[in-house]
């Protein structure tokens, strides 16, 4: 067998040797710090058994998990909040404009509907043809206007200026219900907003944080693996060699 060079441990000064050992500066910076904050003397050519090199690795796996789980959960905190929020209640524009509709309201809203439509034209065309019809060519002996139908120049005059501030008051309320519906939609946008920004923040934490930690944890456990498989080594070995001096001992009696 190979010779073994002794040397101690950090943690309790017991004698190893350089197969069942490591040294601090073959560790991890996070592992190596942990170690460092509970022995403060500590030097990075310091040795340490596999044994409570098996107990840091467990506590820094722990802290690890922990970390992750804490930003996690402030996350979703955050989130869950910014979903309930309940800041602006979005306002239904067309109930709203209902429930505040007067009867001049209603009389402009119905003007504009008809006087936007083709059955205005068509009516307007009619009444506009048969009043010519009539009064140029005397029909029943009527002609209350004749040409060139100033009459009906005044009757188009007062259509048209009655009619536009109907129409206009009725564009009025349709501004009125872009402007709720532009609120709303800011609002929306702004709430939409913030929760991408919490979602990004957590898919971020995800790919910087959880998966490399995953990663890591995952190294350790096989490390921590190979160590247990190391001490079931030397318990086989240890055990192994007590049974054999036991038999030799019985073989001298």
């Not at 040397?7 to 560790?27: F, H, K, N, R």
């Not at 942990?34 to 820094?60: A, E, T, V």
Request: proline fraction near 3%.
């Amino acid at each position: 067998m190979p010779e073994h060079t002794q040397i101690t441990c950090l943690v309790d000064g017991a004698p190893l040797s350089l197969e069942t050992s490591l040294q601090l500066s073959e560790l991890e910076v996070g592992l190596r710090n942990r170690i460092k904050r509970d022995y403060p003397q500590s030097q990075p050519s310091d040795y340490i058994c596999g044994h409570h090199l098996l107990k840091y690795r467990l506590d820094h796996v722990d802290a690890m998990i922990n970390a992750d789980l804490k930003q996690t959960k402030k996350i979703n905190h955050k989130l869950t909040k910014a979903l309930q929020s309940d800041d602006y209640d979005i306002i239904d524009v067309n109930d709203s404009l209902k429930e505040s509709l007067t009867f001049g309201q209603k009389v402009s809203d119905d003007v504009a509907r008809f006087g936007g439509s083709w059955g205005f034209i068509f009516v307007f065309l009619f009444v506009l043809i048969g009043w010519m019809i009539v009064n140029g060519l005397h029909v029943f002996g009527v002609d209350f206007d004749n040409y060139p139908f100033i009459l009906l120049n005044l009757v188009l005059s007062c259509v048209a200026a009655i009619q536009a501030p109907i129409i206009m008051m009725s564009q009025n309320r349709s501004a009125d219900r872009d402007r709720m519906m532009a609120e709303n939609d800011y609002h929306v946008n702004l709430k939409s907003e913030h929760e991408l920004r919490l979602l990004h923040a957590k898919v971020d934490h995800l790919a910087q944080n959880q998966v490399p930690h995953t990663m890591e944890i995952e190294r350790f456990q096989l490390e921590i693996l190979g160590e247990i498989r190391q001490e079931l080594a030397e318990l086989r070995e240890a055990k192994a060699t007590a049974d054999s001096a036991e038999r030799r001992e019985s073989h001298h009696e």
